[in-house]
Structures are given as C-alpha cells and as structure tokens.
C-alpha cells in the first residue's frame, strides 16, 4: 500500500467500500429471503392459526401415523400429533391424538361429532375424518365470556348478540330459567333476577377472539375456561378396519364357501358315477339288441326296405312308379310343343312390333308439319281476335252477292240447276184451306 500512489490508493478504498456494501446487500437480501421462506412456510403449516387439540380412542393403528393430514367434509383441516398404546385393561388398544385449526373446530358441535378412522387406499393406509355436529353447540368458543348482575345484563346495548353460558334451573319441575347458548331476553333476565341469582355468565358474539375462551366439559354438561394446559376434547370414535384386514375377510369367506362347495359337487360327483355305472349294466341287453339292429341295418342288399316294405306293396310301388314316368314324358312333350309354339308367337309379334315402329316412324313427319300448320294458325288466331268475326261477315257478305247476281236479268243464264233451268226460287204453294183466286173471278 506504502508503494501505490495517492491516487491508486484511493480507487481501492472506494473499491473496498463497493465491495463491502455489495457483501451487505447480498447478504440483507439472503436474510430476507430466508424469512420470507420461514414465514411462508409457518403460515402454510398453520403455525401462526389457532389449534384445538382433540382425542379418540381406536382398536389399532394400522395405518395411521403422526404427521398425517386430518379431514373435514373433504378440507385438510389438522393433523395428527400423537398416537400411543392405551394401558392393557383400558376398552380401547390405541389413543390418537390430533390438532384442529380455526376456524374448523368451530363445525365440531358437543352431539354428533365423530372421528371417523377410515380407509385411505389399497395399501392398508387410513386416516381420521371428523364429521360436523347436530346441535349448534360448539366444542369451543371463540367469544369474549363476561360476568354480569342481571340488572347489568339488562343495560346491555344488544340482548340478542349476547348468549347465555350456562343453563339456569328454575328449581322445580318448570322448565329451566335459561339454556345454554340461549339469547339473553327481558323476561329471562327478569325471572333470573326474581329467583335471587346475582350473577350470570355471558358470551358476546359480536366481538369474536383469535383465541379460543372457552371448552366445553361433557362431564359437568358446562363451559369451562380454556387455558393451553386445558385437556384434549374427547370425540367418539367410528373405526372400520383397514382395506387390507376387509378383504382378507372377505377371501377368508369365499374359501370356506367354495370349499363347501367343492365338497358337495365331489360327493354329487361320486353319486352320478355310481349312478351311470349301475344305468350302464341295466342297459347291457338293449344295447346288444341295438347292435343286433345295426348289423341287419347294414347289409348293402337293402335290407332297410325290405324290413320296411313287404313283397306286394313293392310291386304296386313299381308299377305306380312307371305310370308315373309314362306321364312325366308326355308333360314334357306337350311343354316341347308349347314352347314351340311360343317361339312362332314371339317371332310374329316381333314383326309386328317392327311393321309398327316404321308406320309410326312413316308418319312422324306429316304430324309433325300438321302440329306446324295449326301451330301458326293458332298463332295468326291469337294475334288477329277479329279474324273469325271479319271472315264471318266476309262470307255472309259473298253470299249476298251470290244471290243478288242470281236474281239479276243479265246474268240470270249462268246460275241454271243440273237440269237446265235458271235457278229460281220456286214459290211456295198456297195453303190447301183457300183457294187461290184470280182478278176476274166473281166469287172475288
């Protein structure tokens, strides 16, 4: 140091000094994030929450073990923490131990709350569920608990919030002045006050603790003050015995049923063969019969029809069957000439079919210039709608002139009928009832 120069010694100071706060960042920073991991871990263990230390008594501890997650309508909601063997006169073999978180252990209600010990999986492994109560009494309360006058208790700003601790007899056969977890109420204060009790024990519940204040003792039927030396609840147990034990028990019964069974099919057994074989010496003479009938069976001389056939029905066979193929010939041979028949038929129409197809073919095209003609004068008809009136007056009209030529002098000579004679109207006669009279007649 003694052979640098000012100035390099004073670059290694501030160097040293960078260093040195580097170290102490680094250094703040690793502390920081180990407690961060202590907190985090802490607070996912439960080790800030508040606990509520249960008990239950099993017959084994056959998969259970200390550290196992315990369970509430499917939550994780504890774990175990101890599990030891009870003394060799106690009911029970096993006693387990296990915590309850808040705000879990506030579903655990003094009736009906279990420790289920069920099963887990196939390999013999359980675990503890507890089950939700039935009379809205908490095993333990999280409410700050007083102690008032009933004179004091009826000052109280809100009645219904504050609950009754304790159940107050009425000292007879009357029901009680108050129930435990009652609301508190005028009337019951007042008759609380009447009976010449000086204090009662309240809990608000508007104002609810972190920690719990208050058990429950299902020995006195009270709530006791809670303390972290107070004893471990105590829930009823409801053990089924491990997969493992169930179905070995279940293998155990299928053995002895299939072995009785086995045993009745072997006698059954020996029964039928026994059976059979007595069956089988009765049945020594139909079977020699039966061979007997087989070998007259198969002779290849038809010794089946003979048996079955006698001599003269053998004969009238034979003659009705050659009658029968006389017949079938001439069936055949009218069938031949029919189809003969037929052929020349087919072959007629055939040729007519054909004749037919080359008129129509013939007279395709004189319909087809018909069809043309009226085509065009239907069309000459729809686009002239006075053709057929004006041809109309154009007859009538020729016809006039017809008739007036006829009656003229000049040309009077041309219009003669067939037989040589003008073509005059012919007047008609007069009638036959009067007589046609001339100009000099006197009758006249």
Known sequence: MQDLTPQLRTRLGRVERAVGVFVLLATLLLLAGFCYYIYHTAKRKGWFDTKVTYYTLTYSAAGLKVGDPVKLMGFDVGEITRIEGQPPDDLFNVYVEFEIKAPYFGYLWTEGSRARVTAADFLGNRFIEVTKGSNYRPTHLVWEVRQYAPAEALRLSNLRTNLFLDEIPSGDTNPPLAMVLQPLSQDALEAIAAAGIETVRVADRSTPRKQVTAAWNFRTGTYEAYTPHSEPYWLPPEESAALTERLQTVVEQAERVLTNQLVGLLASTTLVTSNASELLVRAQPLLTNLAA???????????????????????????????????????????????????????????????????????????????????????????????????????????????????????????????????????????????????????W
């Open 293 to 443: 009938i087989a070998t007259h069976l198969s002779d290849p001389a038809g010794s089946l029809g003979q048996w079955l056939i006698p001599a003269d029905l053998r004969g009238q066979l034979q003659l009705t069957l050659t009658n029968a193929n006389t017949a079938l010939t001439d069936v055949s041979l009218a069938l031949t000439n029919t189809s003969a028949t037929m052929t020349n038929a087919n072959a007629i129409l055939l040729a007519a079919n054909t004749n037919l197809a080359s008129l129509v073919a013939q007279l395709s095209p004189p319909l087809d210039q018909l069809s043309l003609i009226v085509s065009n004068l239907n069309t000459q008809v729809q686009a002239n709608t006075n053709f057929l009136a004006e041809l109309s007056s154009l007859v009538r009209t020729t016809d006039e002139l017809l008739s007036g030529l006829k009656r003229h002098w000049l040309l009077r000579g041309a219009f003669k009928d067939s037989a040589g004679q003008p073509s005059t109207p012919a007047k008609p006669p007069p009638p036959a009832r009067w007589p046609s009279l001339g100009p000099t007649d006197r009758r």
